[in-house]
């Protein structure tokens, strides 16, 4: 698939470019820019990764509040003209940075992701056969061996239904989260005299 | 979700409900006093639906409820490890309330959103203990981290902003490192639940020539820790401590210091102990080095500090590194692997209580002559007799002299270590007792400065009634761990049971 | 696209985010930085989502989703912070005139 290389290429030279414009531009405001491009990219990875779902609330999490919430807090803290000054720990930052990236870039080339993944699984061979990357699909599912009513309750596990399924308790414990970070922020931006 | 669910999940329900009920309060009283009565005796609720728990383990003897399609259980466990965690979490936060009465005035308009945010984190903090699954475990983490952060900034200063402002972005920072050890694990497992981890992990786990058999698992242990090493205030992830801890409201960092440091620990042994049991424990020896350095870092640094604050940030880094032996402590000769997890257990709970008393009587005396340097001080005993001898006798608990609790919680972690019969333990235990000789020099400084100097002012230094019972509690506490140590053994004994599967 | 390529995009991106946070000294910069790291994360996530989990599936056939569940908690949990660190810019910023770290370092002895 020539078309999506070049699509998936396209969007990671946008995502590095912008975040690397993001961590060297002077200027806060253009880096918050930049920033929000980033943010489109990655949304684009989550399209062509079948995370439809995921695009979506990236572009209206990450764009439009995060981003602008960042653009926000720039203007009126009126701290543009100093900008994005490094400080002092360029060089041991750059450093570690470096030998994290090695690290990780070495460990997603060389692990052979599927050893454990799917040891001791009986239906890994079989799903395997059917090449089935991505969320698999019904016909993909059922090629693969999987009864009728297995496939339906892949084909039917939404991502609402994991998260006031199994996931239920860490969904009611982020809106505490949620109001935790309200309180906190509101608080602290009010003020605390009069 | 069935009723079962709530059940399970109630201890955390009712202290959440806590929290919003003291923020409606506030907003209908400006009264100090009624906040923090209504605050304490709500945490009754919490603990007894937590020995209501305890009550039915204890009479089924299970080791961990459970129940037939229940959907919670998925994600956290309740079991004697939890609940042991829980009792002190809400003792900890149930003293530091107290002893915000006075302080909190401080706080000037802040002070429902103070208790109320402190009350959110220890929720968090119950969460945390019982989660047994990573996402659950990110999410608890935040909702124990994000209150402080923000708690940590309610201060009208500079300084104290510093500190919030500090407190958030390393825990943001060290949050995305774990997060991408978590990544990496949930990959090469295909599942975020710590039994299917461990599972995956022992279906292949001799495989490859990499330590931990793989090198996905070996770099996401060393991220995971170093997120972990951030909560546990462990070197070398501890810059933030010493300012934190200057810059913070008092009780908030007595809270910090222990109920998240407990916090962290927890998780730290149910990872490791149940998810990458099966890795045959060669992480003990990465928790080892990082044991060594918070000791010896810690120690070396304390000696230097002026300020009490600032001194306490780095005596609780050291801290870490002792509690950090016996969770290295992994396998013991006979093959019973809760020797080390029981004295991590047992060294938290004694640590709770000579800490506690310390930063309670350093907010009584700080709130007085408004100043944390410790030159400040001389002369206490005078000045302030009551605060001065349970200040001493925390200093003396932290150095680990008997009669107190951190003497046994000392002994029993390097025994635990020296059990394992491995030489690198041992020479983990020399580092650990010539340090304890070090951190002597610096806790004796500050009673000498408080019992034989001549006091700068002469007014006398007292407290409020709650604050005085507070202090009294955590005192009695020190005491009573280091005369009877036994009951609160055997409970961590018992505890640490579930984490081997018993 | 294989998961490969994705992984190291997603590798640069998180560190990349590392040096930003690590290296900068104004409070937003730091945040921005973060942000970044998220995001590296996220694509991490949904990666191995997609790549990995069909191999896992078995008795919890719910595992496929299982990334991007992480992802969403995520994605919020950083809305979240950011609500407070703006919160607490603002703290900052009315006490101190500025908001960089540098300046913040008062506290060091």
Known sequence: MWFEQIVFWALAAVAIGGALGVVLVRDLFRAALLLATVF???????????????????????????????????????????????????????????????????????????????????????????????????????????????????????LADLLIGDFVLPFEAVSLLLLAAAIGGLALARGRGR | MTAYDLYLVSPLLALAGLAMMVIIVDLLTRRTGLLVGVAFVGLAAPAALSAWQLAELVSTGESRLSAQGSVVLHTLSIDRFSLFFNFLILAAAGLVILVSTDYSRRMERLQGEFFGLLLLSATGMMLLVSATELITMYIALELTTLPLA????????????????????????????????????????????????????????????????????????????????????????????????????????????????????????????????????????????????????????????????????????????????????????????????????????????????????????????????????????????????????????????????????????????????????????????????????????????????????????????????????????????????????????????????? | MSLEAMLVVAAVLFCIGLYGALARRNFIAVLMSIELMFNGVNLTLVAMGRWLAPYTVQEQLSAVLTGQVFAVFVITVAAAEIALGLGIVFALYRTNESVDLTDAATLRH
Request: with cysteine; glycine share 10%; proline share 4%.
């Open chain 1, 40 to 158: 489109v990219a990655v949304g684009g990875f989550y399209v062509m990764m079948n995370a439809e779902f995921l695009a979506v609330v990236q572009i209206l999490i990450y764009v439009g509040a995060i981003a602008v919430l960042f653009i926000f807090g720039i203007m009126l803290t009126r701290d543009v003209q100093r900008g994005n000054a490094p400080n002092r720990l360029q060089i041991p930052a750059g450093v570690i940075s470096a030998l994290l990236l090695a690290a990780m870039v070495f460990t997603a080339v060389t692990t052979d992701w599927t050893t454990l993944a799917g040891a001791g699984r009986e239906n890994q061979a079989q799903i395997a056969q059917t090449q089935a990357v991505g969320i698999p699909d019904a016909t993909e599912l059922t090629r693969a061996g999987l009864s009728a009513e297995e496939v339906e309750s892949v084909a039917g596990s939404g």
């Open chain 2, 150 to 502: 923000a708690m940590a900034a309610f201060l009208p200063n500079g300084r104290s902003s510093e500190a919030g402002m500090k407190f958030l972005i390393i825990g943001a920072l060290s949050s995305a490192l774990m997060l991408y050890g978590m990544a990496l694990i949930y990959g090469f497992t295909g599942s975020t639940r710590l039994d299917e981890i461990a599972a995956a992990l022992s279906a292949g786990a001799s495989a490859g020539a990499f330590p931990f058999g793989s090198m996905a698992v070996l770099l996401a242990i060393v991220l995971l820790l170093a997120g972990f090493g951030f909560k546990m205030s462990a070197a070398p992830f501890q810059m933030w401590v010493p300012d934190v801890y200057e810059g913070a409201p008092t009780p908030m960092v007595a809270f910090l210091s222990v109920a998240s440091k407990a916090a962290a620990f927890a998780l730290v042994l149910r990872v490791f102990y149940v998810g990458f049991d099966a890795l045959g424990g060669d992480w003990w020896v990465l928790l080892a080095g990082l044991a060594a350095l918070s000791m010896t870092i810690g120690n070396l640094v304390a000696i230097a500090q002026r300020n009490i604050k600032r001194l306490f940030g780095y005596s609780t880094i050291a801290h870490a590194g002792y509690i950090l032996v016996g969770v290295a402590a992994v396998a013991s000769v006979d093959g019973t692997a809760t020797f080390g997890p029981s004295s991590v257990l047992f060294y938290l709970a004694a640590y709770t209580a000579a800490n506690l008393t310390a930063f309670f009587a350093i907010v009584c005396i700080g709130n007085r002559i408004n100043s944390d340097e410790i030159a400040d001080y001389s002369g206490m005993l005078r000045r302030a007799p009551f605060l001065a001898i349970a200040l001493g006798l925390a200093l003396i608990a932290l150095i680990g002299v008997p009669p107190t609790g951190l003497f046994f919680a000392k002994i029993y972690v390097f025994a635990a270590a020296i059990n394992t019969g491995e030489s690198l333990m041992t020479w983990l235990v020399i580092i650990g007792v010539v340090n304890s000789a070090v951190s002597a020099y610096y806790y004796l400084r500050i009673i000498k400065v408080m019992f034989l100097q001549t006091p700068i002012h002469t007014e006398r230094v007292g407290a409020s009634w709650p604050v005085n019972v507070a202090l009294g509690i955590a005192t009695l506490a020190i005491l009573w761990l280091g005369v009877a140590p036994t009951p609160l053994l055997g409970a961590a004994e018992r505890a640490v049971s579930v984490l081997s599967g018993g």
